[in-house]
């Protein structure tokens, strides 16, 4: 193969800043920084410039932006189908046997698949027809629990064929959490596989369904056959995928949409215990996906682009499977374990299909990196030119070695910020512009405003530590609500500041050149590899144990993980502290939300510190066991509490 073009270059007056190459600049879709300027003159016309170019309408909008806080709209009146836009649309040009979706399973060995855009196009086509033969219409809701799969993609393609609301839950959560979901969401349908494969072991999903859905409205259960393992069918419930596609017709008219038709709803963690819906509509999030899959990753038609997020997070969402497919690109997706069945699994991948773009998490960097330089350096990885990161901050060392190791020093690092909420990327260095900095974000996507506050909501000068947020006019593709709770999206998101105000929860110092570094979450959310865990929804699964009457979860870090959860217990009267209670409780949490959520370690405490009105001070804790002062304690009810918990910390610490 021949030399790997340098992408970025070095700054020489600063070492650790990176600038892009004249070859990348050359290349790269924006590499003027004015741009920045022109769309902050007028967003909303600069948007409606991306709208009209990027996105297929039936019908144009009548007006671009309105605003009644918190509430907004985009495309007042446009109409359009982001299914069309997925595919349709590509299958009258060459794209039409271009490769859309490379599917690598876990197990070494098996055979690959790989679907064309038409491939995709009859396939969703078909699965469209098949919810409309069982009763689905537009505004139904159907729920997703499906591994990373083809058919995942399918089905959500086939929902907003039809104007159906997907509601994807992640094949990881537990029978308890998927039964959460479909209380909220309250669909008529659930698409799910007999299972899946995981560090080479088949995982059996029938049994959290049947759990799941007793006692819910689901009249429907659609299932893959996927590993083959034997699984129970209840008669008149469910239904085998392969039978119903086999009589389904091969083209099902798209609905039209309007711009502010529900597309899907993607529950995601919040302060309290419950998960909280959060609704995405059609066109400004397809605008925004669009633009910001091919801006931020410099996407050519002849990149292959790996995101490796789960489909049932919003990064899974929004970049491994709208934002790709709408920009016609080729991605990869891949089933299993990184590092099955040996560390080096992803870079054989890299490799086996020359991907040029990789978008993963912290995380699984800082987990390879762990591993070893020599897993890496087993493979040819000279075709990635861009590499991005999502998922939380990554630290420097993190950064450093994906940088050299994986990117073999030449290609920049697209590190960026963006919620569930705003369903896409707000915050990176666009490729062809930069600068490349360890540990800093970059700058606001153009045509979104964010700005660094203090509490009282003034601005704060450039490298002192606030509050982020969101200015108007709102980005596209922010949520438009909670799904059955307009209050929570209300106190949640445009009380801290006012209703024209969005407060991300995120705190960020802003640098002279506008590039943000963001410093983590200042509500009760961890960020366990990436992935957005509340601290009540782990409570409520430990207190749901029957010896525990009240718990507290706060992070603390980890080398591979970022943040983990440590658990403080309080125990019934009468019932001693053990290891095995303590094992107990924590499988109490797998079992109740999931692995995912797992507490790091269990401290049995004899009292929680507490505000007079009730509240466990959190705060206090995280300080506590970082070994950082304590703060004001004036509010506290029980101040004999903070003693205790400092003996029980040093018990911990000498054991």
């Known amino acids: 193969m021949k030399k790997a073009t340098k992408w970025v270059i070095e700054d020489a007056e600063h070492k650790g800043i990176y600038w892009p190459s004249a070859e990348l600049k050359n290349k790269a879709w924006v590499s003027d920084t004015a741009i920045y300027a022109q769309a902050d003159k007028d967003p909303p016309a600069f948007w409606a410039k991306l709208a009209g170019e990027g996105i297929d309408w039936y019908r144009k909008w009548r007006k671009v932006y309105e605003e009644k806080p918190p509430h907004f709209k985009w495309f007042i009146g446009g109409k359009l189908n982001a299914s069309y836009n997925c595919l349709d649309r590509h299958i009258n040009t060459w794209r039409r046997n271009k490769a859309a979706i490379i599917w690598e399973p876990e197990t070494t060995g098996a055979r690959n698949r790989v679907l064309t855009y038409y491939d995709l196009y009859l396939q969703v086509n078909k699965f469209a027809n098949v919810l409309k033969s069982l009763g ?129 709803i993607l529950y995601t963690s919040g302060t309290t215990g419950k998960p909280k819906g959060v609704i995405h509509t059609t066109g400004g999030y397809m605008t925004q996906a669009y633009w910001t899959t091919k801006w931020d990753f410099d996407l050519h038609d002849e990149d292959v682009f790996w995101c490796t997020a789960d489909i049932g997070w919003i990064t899974g969402h929004t970049y491994n499977c709208y934002g790709p497919l709408a920009c016609g690109a080729t991605m990869v997706m891949y089933e299993g374990a990184p590092d099955y069945p040996q560390p080096d699994r992803w870079w054989q991948i890299v490799a086996k299909y020359g991907v040029t773009i990789l978008y993963t998490a912290p995380t699984a960097i800082r987990m390879f990196k762990q591993y070893g330089d020599e897993w890496p350096a087993k493979h040819d990885l000279s075709t990635l030119r861009i590499l991005g990161t999502v998922g939380e901050p990554i630290d420097r060392a993190a950064w450093m070695w994906f940088f050299e190791h994986i990117g073999g020093s030449r290609c920049p690092i697209i590190d960026t910020w963006w919620q569930t909420e705003t369903g896409g990327i707000l915050i990176n260095a666009l490729p062809g512009i930069g600068p490349h900095i360890p540990t800093v974000a970059g700058r606001s996507f153009p045509g979104i405003r964010l700005e660094v506050f203090d509490e009282a909501g003034k601005p704060l000068p450039p490298g002192e530590n606030g509050y982020l947020v969101g200015k108007s006019p709102f980005a596209p593709g922010l949520l438009r609500g909670i799904h059955h709770d307009p209050k929570r999206y209300r106190e949640q998101y445009f009380v801290q500041y006012g209703n024209d105000i969005y407060f991300t929860n995120d705190g960020a110092i802003k640098d002279e050149m506008g590039n943000f570094r963001l410093t983590g979450r200042v509500d009760d959310v961890i960020k366990v590899a990436g992935h957005r865990l509340t601290t009540a929804e782990v409570e409520n699964a430990i207190t749901s144990h029957p010896s525990v009457t009240e718990s507290a979860v706060v992070p603390i870090p980890d080398d591979i993980k970022g943040q983990v959860p440590l658990a403080f217990a309080k125990l019934k009267a009468g019932v001693q502290p053990s290891r095995k209670l303590a094992a107990e409780i924590i499988e109490r949490v797998d079992k109740t939300i999931g692995p995912t959520c797992r507490p790091a370690r269990v401290l049995f405490v004899s009292d929680l510190p507490k505000t007079r009105s009730g509240k466990t001070l959190r705060r206090v804790l995280k300080n506590l066991i970082s070994n950082q002062p304590i703060g004001n304690i004036t509010t506290i009810a029980n101040p004999q509490s903070i003693e205790e918990l400092k003996k029980s910390l040093a018990s911990e610490a000498n054991k």
């Open 136 to 264: 689905v219409g537009k505004g139904d809701r159907v729920v997703i629990y499906l591994p990373m799969i083809p058919e995942v993609n399918i089905v959500m393609l086939a929902c907003t064929r039809i104007g159906a609301i997907h509601s994807v839950v992640f094949s990881a959560f537990s029978h308890q959490a998927l039964n959460d979901r479909i209380k909220s969401a309250e669909p008529k349908i659930i698409v799910t596989a007999d299972g899946y494969y995981r560090d080479g072991q088949p995982v059996n999903l029938k049994p959290n369904v049947d759990e799941a859905v007793a006692g819910t409205n689901i009249s429907q259960a659609i299932i893959i056959k996927e590993t083959g393992k034997a699984i129970k069918m209840i008669k008149g419930r469910d239904l085998w995928w392969h039978e119903l596609m086999a009589q389904a017709d091969n083209y099902c008219e798209p609905e039209v949409m309007d711009s502010e038709d529900q597309m899907f």
